[in-house]
């Protein structure tokens, strides 16, 4: 694997997998050791694999954000608890609710057992959330526009343009602001709103101009060329796109609805996937587009994916076949099997197989 | 291999039951491997008519266009710009603007991967382009991080990688310090020469490419069109580069196009002229309005500027001038209050600007930034003047008065979208210097303005500065060399963020042959306008 560990980019798709595959992991227990030993893979991988670009920023605000959960869910369970069994903690006066709302009594006592029911509850969201983090920190997102399949381009496009405009718009509003500032503002009552009006006017126009400014210059580059495609291709794959997508819909309210007839059910729904496939298929192969220095799937591509899949599979089977491990409980000591060990370490392999992260340090040196 | 028959443009203006026609009847070939540089006084339509050559126009911007584009004999009017991609490139007025990526090398492939080229090819041809226009040590970087020029060139190397036959660009070097614009020129000589690619070119400052043109496209203010030799269509034009002006004062036969051809036939007129003209400086003792003093400002842990030094006094007009990123707006905001100081005093009219409120600056320094659109934010010239005038608590008129002295006799109920670049200038011009503020500082006034608009702007900033009782300190930041020689009584040059030559115009700009005006040029140190030369001249024949 010697070159996998020359920096470069490793494929979104592989990020996202296995992130995908750790949240899984996650949503199978809620034992609170195994939960932490998750927790602290995820870190490590983030911080030795994520590179130097703007995204790479957002995995602190989704742990900040895992911490909201737990403390939020502690909370509310003490607003909400009831009277459950156990360990009394600390005894808050307790407001009954009328009987429309039978049931349910505000604060009361507060146990042991909730507070740790809530612990584990919330950190087993939290976990799911970093992980999903940790994609978003890990994986270039307009790379990851770029892998979507031919047939999706335009709303690939689209999307990246999408993300590109935020900071322009804050480029845009900074600049607006200064400017105003050197004439003077409205006065009287209505000042606020007329201050508003004169950030919004000037940021709006900036935006309209930019947004047809940037769409002409899209046209100019040949976006949206149809080729030879002819206008009864384009509506025999749309056709097919759209049978397919009802199809699917159809599929899944009736797997859903267990009184609808059972013909409608799974065989309705693969056959709704197979026409959206095939139209996807018919579109991709008809785009006249190409890509730039694709993304390929290499062994550290597969690695990655595959340890994220193997991790979330080895909670699925301890979930199955060693419940105790996987959901404690709150009555007993939470404990932690060899089986349980392996599937939540497992994860932490993209810290060796994944290429080194391309950073602005990197490259300088490649240059010299 | 591009014809142009007969193109009429005309937006139709339903409620009044009358058009405008913006084009009338252009006629205009270009063929394999020419450059023609297109001119014409502002509003002319020249951008329009290079929209209707890549097929932007009418289909952006509306209108009823009739007349025929012929690429190689075929007509190509009905084709919208995307399909026309593959032979004409086209790169518009503000490359910040169009670009769809955010990295230079997936930028330069954009286009190629929209007209479905192999993979192979396109990286080929992204090596190549990098290579061809001297960025290739910015491939991975982001976009908007870059500089005008950098991203100018980038925006023509994005088209250029789908290796059009025929180049359309859009001012290219508007934005642009002289020696940027200068490499941008080269590479587009570079490519016609090399790869017999077609350019369609059109620009405000003819003295940047008509050195390099085969062909000139002038369009009038009537309609009428004339294509030529530059050096005969620029007999009698309207607007004509400050060399041209100089020939034909001096009745240079064929008119000379490049400061070499002048400099060749100068010395007769030298001769006729005799000393270049004295300039009285300013009393050096009169009181600084502007006073800096090993000014520091940085950004994060970056200095933009470093020890800078600036004195500006009533009466006089400074240019500012420097490549682009080397700090001129930071400093002309540190100036107004915004950008605080890491370092160093800035006095402006005896009082720290930053420390003052926002009402005070605006009575001490009047702005006007980069893009004056960003000032306006009312539906009519008449609203845009009396909340001014409330805001400076000024009586009622007074920037309509002073509107009326930049530029007279708009019509109040305009929209201020709709004026034209010089007037919108004017206006926040007005709306500055309502509040009577005694330093006037400008960003870059002369974007889109043609030679009659700069020089009025000229001429007003002068008169503005020397208004008996009211002297105004005025700096001006600008990349346009004749600008300043025609508008400036001292010159500082700023690079990295620091000055790096400061002092009156005619020894420092004759100093530098990237800021020495063409005059300057060819008739050396001391001669800056055309003018001058004029009223020698003129005294001469009194004599």
């Known amino acids: 694997m010697g070159a996998g560990r020359l920096a470069r980019d490793l494929h979104p798709v592989a990020w996202w997998v296995w992130a995908v595959g750790v949240a899984v992991a996650a949503s199978f227990t809620t034992n609170p050791l195994l939960l932490l030993v998750l927790l ?51 005894t808050l006066p307790s407001i009954p609710l009328p009987d429309w709302a039978a ?46 399949p031919p047939a999706l381009y335009e709303i690939g496009t689209a999307m990246t343009v999408a993300i590109s405009v935020v900071p322009q718009l804050a480029d845009s509003a900074r600049r607006v602001r200064a400017a105003q500032q050197l004439r003077g503002g409205p006065e009287g ?39 030879e495609l002819t206008a009864q291709q384009r509506r025999r794959t749309g056709a097919l796109i759209i049978a397919g997508l009802i199809g699917v819909c159809v599929g899944v309210y009736a797997f859903l609805d267990s009184t609808a007839p059972r013909l409608l059910a799974l065989p309705m729904l693969a056959l709704g996937m197979l026409l959206a496939l095939g139209g996807f298929a018919l579109a991709g192969r008809r785009v006249q587009r190409t890509r730039y220095r694709p993304d390929r799937w290499q062994v550290p591509e597969l690695v990655v994916a595959a340890s994220g899949i193997a991790a979330g599979a080895g909670m699925w089977a301890l979930q199955r076949w060693e419940t105790q491990v996987a959901h404690p409980g709150v009555l007993v000591r939470p404990e932690v099997s060899l089986l349980a060990l392996v599937a939540v370490l497992v994860a932490v392999v993209p810290v060796w197989a994944a290429p080194l992260p391309v950073t602005a340090q990197r490259r300088e040196e490649v240059r010299v | 291999m591009l014809e142009l028959r007969g193109i009429t443009l005309r937006y139709d203006a339903p409620e009044t039951a009358s058009a405008t026609t913006v084009l009338d009847g252009i006629d205009l070939t270009v063929a394999d491997g020419e450059l023609v540089v297109l001119a014409g006084p502002t509003g002319v339509g020249k951008s329009t008519l290079l929209g209707v050559v890549a097929g932007l126009v009418p289909s952006y911007t509306g209108g009823t266009l009739t007349g025929d584009v012929l690429l190689d004999g075929a007509s190509i009017v009905e084709q919208p710009a995307r399909e026309r991609a593959h032979a004409i490139g086209y790169v518009g007025q503000n490359p910040a603007a169009w670009f769809v990526t955010d990295s230079v090398e997936e930028e330069l492939a954009f286009g190629m991967e929209q007209l479905g080229l192999p993979a192979p090819t396109m990286r080929r041809r992204v090596e190549e382009t990098l290579d061809l226009l001297g960025i290739a040590d910015l491939r991975h970087r982001d976009l908007r991080t870059l500089s005008g020029g950098q991203q100018q060139r980038v925006a023509i190397g994005a088209v250029l990688a789908t290796h059009p036959r025929l180049l359309v660009l859009d001012e290219p070097t508007s934005a642009l310090d002289p020696t940027a614009a200068e490499d941008v020129l080269a590479t587009l000589t570079r490519l016609v020469h090399d790869l017999g690619v077609s350019v369609l070119v059109a620009e405000h400052r003819l003295e940047r490419v008509v050195p390099f043109a085969d062909r000139l496209c002038l369009l009038r203010s009537d309609g009428a069109v004339e294509v030529g030799d530059p050096a005969e269509v620029l007999q009698d034009a309207p607007i004509a580069p400050p060399l041209v002006e100089l020939g034909r004062l001096a009745g ?19 001769e006729r002229l005799g000393d270049p003209p004295r300039r009285d400086q300013p009393a050096p003792d009169a009181d600084s309005a502007v006073d800096v003093r090993r000014l520091v400002v940085s950004h994060g842990r970056t200095a933009v500027l470093r020890e800078v030094d600036l004195t500006l006094r009533p009466g006089t007009v400074t240019a500012l001038m420097g490549r682009n990123g080397a ?62 005038d409330r805001a400076a608590r000024a009586d009622a008129g007074s920037c309509r008065g002073l509107l009326d002295r930049l530029a007279p006799g708009i019509d109040p109920d305009r929209h201020p979208r709709d004026l034209s670049e010089g007037q919108r200038l004017a206006l926040a011009v007005a709306i500055v210097l309502t509040a009577r503020p005694p330093v006037l500082l400008l960003d870059e006034p002369t974007r889109g303005l043609d030679y009659p608009a700069k020089r009025a702007l000229a001429s007003l900033l002068r008169e503005l500065a ?14 346009d060399v004749e600008f300043v020689a025609q508008v400036a009584d001292d010159l500082v040059v700023l690079a990295e963020g620091e000055v790096v030559s400061a002092g009156p115009v005619v020894p420092t700009v004759s100093e530098s042959p990237a800021f020495a005006p063409q005059v300057t040029k060819v008739l050396g140190a001391g001669w800056l306008r055309v003018d001058d030369v004029a009223a020698r001249l003129a005294a001469e024949v009194a004599r």
């Not at chain 1, 870190?43 to 895992?66: E, I, K, M, N």
């Not at chain 1, 049931?103 to 612990?119: Q, V, Y």
């Not at chain 1, 584990?120 to 990851?144: F, H, Q, W």
Request: charged share 20%.
């Open chain 1, 40 to 90: 602290g893979v995820i870190t490590l991988v983030v911080l030795t694999c994520r590179s130097d670009q703007p995204w790479a920023r957002s995995f602190r605000l989704y742990v900040w954000l895992g911490v909201v959960v737990v403390v939020v869910r502690i909370l509310f369970r003490i607003l909400l608890g009831g009277d459950v069994p156990g360990h009394v903690l600390f």
């Open chain 1, 103 to 148: 049931g349910i009594s505000l604060l009361g006592p507060f146990t042991r057992e909730e507070l740790l029911a809530a612990t584990y509850e919330g950190l087993r969201l939290a976990t799911l959330l970093i992980a999903v983090g940790a994609a978003n920190a890990l994986a270039n997102p307009k790379r990851l526009m770029k892998s979507l």
């Open chain 1, 189 to 227: 009552r209505f000042r606020r709103i007329r201050g508003v009006r004169r950030l919004l006017v000037p940021i709006l126009e900036d935006a309209f101009d930019r947004s047809l400014a940037l769409a002409a210059g899209m046209d100019a580059r040949g976006y949206g060329r149809t080729g």
């Open chain 2, 252 to 270: 240079w036969q064929p008119l000379p196009l490049t400061v070499r051809d002048a400099r060749r036939r100068a010395p007769a007129l030298k």
């Open chain 2, 327 to 388: 700090g001129k707006s930071t400093l002309l905001w540190a100036l107004q209050g915004r950008h605080g100081a890491a370092s160093g005093t800035v006095r402006v009219a005896g009082q720290d600007p930053a420390r003052l409120t926002p009402e005070e600056r605006r009575a001490t320094t009047g702005l006007v930034p980069q893009s004056p659109a960003d000032l306006l934010y009312l539906e009519t010239v008449a609203a845009e003047c009396a909340a001014a």
């Open chain 2, 466 to 479: 020397a208004e008996p009782g009211a002297a105004r300190a005025i700096l001006v930041a600008t990349h």
